[in-house]
Nanobody
Framework: QVQLVESGGGLVQPGGSLRLSCAAS????????MAWHRQASGKERELVAR???????RYPDSVKGRFTISRDAAKNTVYLQMSSLQPEDTAVYYC?????????WGQGTQVTVSS
C-alpha cells in the first residue's frame, strides 16, 4: 500500500514563502508523475504543480512563476516551494502520485495566508 505523508503547512503572511514536503513510502520513480493539488473551502480540488518521471514540470497560470515542484529521489520526497503567497492560495494542499493501476493521495496539509 502506497502512503504519502505531507508536511510543512501552516500560517504565513501575504507575500511570504512556504515549502511543503511529500514523503512517499517507496520510490517516487514507481509513479508516472507526482503532483500537488489544493482545495479551498467551498471549491473544487485543483492541480497546482506536476512533475513527471523524466523531470518535466507543469504549472497552471495561477501559480506559474511563484510555485516550484522538485524532488529528492534519495529521500523519496517531492517538494512544493511556494513564494509570493496570497490569501487566495489558502487551501488544503494534497500530494498525489499517479501509479500504473491507480492514484494515491496524501492526507493533506493546511496552508493559510493571512495577515
Amino acid at each position: 500500500q502506497v502512503q504519502l505523508v505531507e508536511s510543512g503547512g501552516g500560517l504565513v503572511q501575504p507575500g511570504g514563502s512556504l515549502r511543503l514536503s511529500c514523503a512517499a513510502s517507496g520510490s517516487i520513480f514507481n509513479f508516472n508523475h507526482m503532483a500537488w493539488h489544493r482545495q479551498a473551502s467551498g471549491k473544487e480540488r485543483e492541480l497546482v504543480a506536476r512533475i513527471f518521471k523524466r523531470g518535466f514540470t507543469r504549472y497552471p497560470d495561477s501559480v506559474k512563476g511563484r510555485f516550484t515542484i522538485s524532488r529528492d529521489a534519495a529521500k523519496n520526497t517531492v517538494y512544493l516551494q511556494m513564494s509570493s503567497l496570497q490569501p487566495e492560495d489558502t487551501a488544503v494542499y494534497y500530494c498525489y502520485a499517479d501509479g500504473s493501476m491507480s492514484g494515491y493521495w496524501g492526507q493533506g496539509t493546511q496552508v493559510t495566508v493571512s495577515s
